[in-house]
């Protein structure tokens, strides 16, 4: 016998608002093992409104997410061919991330419910993104525990040892700037706009990664710990050095030089974790892991090491709900289910310390 669940997910941590509609499989003669079935994925960016801005100017953030929740979501139902009564629950990002953001999908996704008598999971927003990865196999076996997970995105510089569904280890963090702020920052002071990971990535493609020696901070300390604050102020001076040259692709080497470091400090790190642990599977996830250099410098450290690694697609790197339904899938069938009476939004919801369980449980 096959039991199947419709799931909404909605997005709405940042300035992107996502809304996915999936069908789960499981079959109750081998209930280790769930299906995936996506049949509306949709996604609306704010990219050019900040942009203007140099950054997410958090008002017109939840303002665009209003906007835009009916219209995606009408457009997800029809494209799935349901109604809303033929939703079997509801995922919502609860946390981390802005809290205006944050209370508008959560306040859309709770009137939905409502409306429709649907149980309303909350999702960790971290947690969607190390869960994507597994969402291109379409199936999530319950063995793939345990593994480590890099988690690299504008806000987040994570190495995490995934124990279980709900059961996270911190084992290291950057201690002050994330990889996502390091690239804004320098593509910034380059003059270019915002967000500045492809930015990068698009000049480094011209470059030399070997011109500049960049600081390597906290590389060669004990611990999983990184930094990125120095690499960043560096960068910024080797720029602002570099603007009087009359090279025209200095640019170009900087930004090379910049990704060439940052990924062998991951790369560097998580061989660390790697040995520490003995786990023999990674996950990387997060926006910054759709850098092609991070993710060519990790596969190749892993392949060194018999080490297994799964990756999302580069357009499930970045916030989506595909993710949230997803992981809100996976939490409903592998963790105990619980549906909470106090819905309420965690601005600061972090992941790593030790058992993780739904605080509204």
Not at 86 to 101: D, M, Q, Y
Not at 210 to 221: A, I
Not at 284 to 295: C, D, E, F
């Amino acid at each position: 016998m096959v039991k199947e669940e419709l799931i909404l997910g909605i997005e709405t941590s940042c300035d992107d608002t996502g809304v996915s509609i999936i069908k789960t499989s499981v079959n109750y003669h081998d209930p280790e093992q769930l299906t995936l079935d996506i049949l509306s994925n949709r996604l609306a960016s704010q990219t050019k409104l900040h942009n203007e801005y140099g950054g997410v100017v958090p008002e017109l953030a939840s303002r665009e997410h209003l906007r835009s929740l009916l219209p995606l979501t009408n457009q997800a139902l029809t494209e799935s061919g349901i109604t809303p009564n033929c939703l079997s629950r509801i995922a919502v990002t609860t946390g981390p991330g802005l809290k205006g953001s944050l209370l508008t999908g959560l306040n859309f996704a709770s009137g939905l419910a409502a409306a429709v008598n649907k149980p309303l999971i909350p999702v960790n927003h971290l947690e969607g993104h190390i869960l994507s990865a597994f969402i291109n196999s379409k199936s999530y076996p319950k063995k793939n525990f345990p593994f480590l997970t890099l988690l690299i995105s504008g806000g987040h510089t994570q190495i995490i040892l995934a124990k279980q569904i709900g059961n996270y280890e911190l084992l290291g963090e950057t201690i002050d700037d994330s990889i996502g702020e390091t690239f804004d920052k320098v593509s910034q002071e380059l003059g270019y706009s915002y967000p500045g990971g492809p930015i990068i990535e698009e000049l480094a493609q011209q470059g030399n990664p070997e011109k500049y020696n960049f600081p390597k901070p906290l590389l060669n300390k004990q611990g999983l710990n990184l930094s990125f604050s120095g690499l960043k102020t560096a960068v910024i001076r080797e720029i602002i050095k570099s603007k009087s040259s009359n090279e025209n692709v200095w640019e170009n080497d900087i930004a090379a030089s910049l990704q060439h470091t940052i990924s062998a400090v991951l790369a560097s790190k998580i061989k660390d974790a790697i040995v520490a642990t003995g786990v023999k599977s990674l996950v990387v996830s997060g926006g910054v892991a759709a850098n092609k250099k991070i993710r060519e410098t990790l596969r190749k450290l892993c392949q060194s090491m018999q080490v297994s690694v799964r990756i999302p697609p580069r357009h499930l790197c970045t916030d989506n709900g595909l993710m949230i339904a997803w992981a809100g899938g996976v939490k409903s069938i592998f963790q105990e289910n619980c549906y909470p009476e106090d819905l309420k939004v965690r601005p600061r919801w972090g992941l790593g310390t030790g058992t993780q369980k739904s605080p509204f449980c």
